[in-house]
């Protein structure tokens, strides 16, 4: 049972990337499915979620307008459209899953299963 997320790089400052999140081992049907990141020095934090039941989404107000979530459950896999990206977005991006909601799901603690993580690089 394992999540791999991949699509990282290096980019541009006002580029994008398209981060996946591939579910093996497991039925997809997680209600809830989030990215977050961390960077050096400091701690992991929320980026965005995904409610699968009511078909919500929740973002992070430093990525609001810029980045989209979205998964496919055909396909096993979740994924983070990331546009206009700038240098303060750099940090390893983890997926996230839970079964069941939480309405604290900002909080890295509330999930129990994670991906390794994919390094976003923006920069000039």
């Known amino acids: 049972v394992q999540l791999q997320a991949s699509g990282g790089g290096l980019v541009l400052p006002g580029g994008s990337l398209t981060l996946s999140c591939e579910a093996s081992?497991?039925?997809?049907?997680?209600?809830?499915m989030s990215w977050l990141r961390q960077a050096p020095g400091k701690e992991r934090e929320f980026v965005a979620a995904?409610?699968?039941?009511?078909?919500?989404?929740y973002y992070a107000d430093s990525v609001k307008g810029r980045f989209t979530i979205s998964r496919d459950n055909a396909k096993s896999t979740g994924y983070l459209q990331m546009n206009s990206l700038k240098p303060e977005d750099t940090a390893v991006y983890y997926c996230?899953?839970?079964?069941?909601?939480?309405?604290?799901?900002?909080?890295?603690?509330?999930?129990?299963?994670w991906g390794q993580g994919t390094q976003v690089t923006v920069s000039s």
């Open positions: 996230a899953v839970r079964m069941n909601w939480n309405v604290q799901y900002y909080r890295p603690a509330v999930y129990g299963l």
């Open positions: 081992g497991l039925s997809f049907n997680t209600d809830a």
């Open positions: 995904i409610r699968q039941s009511l078909r919500r989404k």
